[in-house]
């Protein structure tokens, strides 16, 4: 398995990251383990979760799920020095954790201590903030995103990085986390938490979790650029498309147990646009002799700003399939097929 450099961390990762969002509901605890087992043997040292985790559906009753069953096999392994553990703080907008509050220098100490007690561990490797405060334009919301929405003035935003990231530097220096990551976050947001870092200290940012895959390509320009120059690693999430990319999907099909059968229209990424993207996709992979979801998932690990390419499998079966992208090659050739088909089929959801 080939290895990464975290930011500037001084961390090493695989090139894929295990993402455990599903354990604790699609994912019983006994799958989770075996996934994690298998996970390990083939190679892969990294691990997201999340204290919102597990989803599909989010519950009050399953919040913090994935972190106990994580932590079970901490527990019962003793093998927590193997794994490179990420989780992440929630955050505005989401009620079932604080009440919803914004994170702050108030919320982080509480929220890292919930996250150590659940995955049975004294430190987090990467602690990641779930969503900005201001707001995001993730998860569709690019189609109609007002920058100023949030209600928050530059000053407001900018006072709140450096009390959080004053916060963090108490963790690090407490031991309870070692580097610091955001998720579902912009080129903009990005260089300013590098920028307060600079002024007055704490953890400098290593990684930004946002989804990107072949048909989800909002990374590919300003963002790169600033992880390129910046040494920040992307950790694409939803490399598959969400399951689309695997073609299991197309001509109306809907598999028992599958996302789409819970949530119907994937999170608002269902559309004709995308099935007739897939179509494309899948004869790119036939022409050349690729299984999808190996050409999937090795387009988005080797992309050059990425650090780990984090993908989910509600089986084990799904995971023994997903880790033969580890010896997929992508020619020059592919490469540019590939492209050719983005310009073709530009962000279907």
Sequence with gaps: ??????????????????????????????????????????????????????????????????????GNWFEKTGKRKEWVLATKHSGAGFAHARNGAMISA??????????????????????????????????RQNWSYDPLKGGMSRDEVIDQ???????LQREVERGTIRAFGL????????????????????????????????????????????????????????PLGAGFLSGKYQSGAVPDGSRMSINGDMGGRKSERIFDAVDAYLAVARNFGLDPVHMAFAWSARRPFVASSIFGATTLA????????????????????????HKQHPMPY
């Excluded at 990762?13 to 993402?19: A, H, M, N, Q």
């Design 1 to 70: 398995m080939k290895m990464n450099k975290l930011g500037r961390t001084g961390i090493d990762v695989s090139e894929f990251c295990l993402g455990t969002m599903t354990f604790g509901t699609q994912t019983k605890q006994d799958e989770a383990h075996a996934q994690i087992d298998r996970a390990l043997a083939a190679g892969i040292n990294f691990m997201d979760a999340a204290e919102m985790y597990p989803v599909n559906p989010i519950s009050a009753e399953t919040v913090g799920r994935t972190e106990e069953i994580i």
């Design 106 to 139: 108030q919320t982080i100490p509480e929220a890292i201590e919930g996250s150590l007690k659940r995955l049975k561990t004294d430190c987090i490797d990467l602690y990641q903030f779930h969503w900005p405060n201001r707001g995001s334009y993730m998860f």
């Design 161 to 167: 990085m450096e009390d959080c990231l004053g916060a």
């Design 183 to 238: 998720s579902n976050e912009s080129a903009w947001g990005t260089a300013q938490w590098l920028a307060a870092a600079e002024r007055v200290g704490g953890p400098r940012v290593a990684s930004i979790q946002n989804e990107y895959s072949l048909v989800c390509r909002m990374a590919d320009t300003d963002l790169a650029e600033m992880m390129m120059f910046e040494d920040v690693g992307l950790l694409p999430f939803s």
């Design 318 to 341: 799904q995971l023994e399939h997903a880790l033969g992208a580890a010896d997929v090659t992508l020619t020059p050739e592919v490469l540019a097929v590939l492209d050719a088909t």
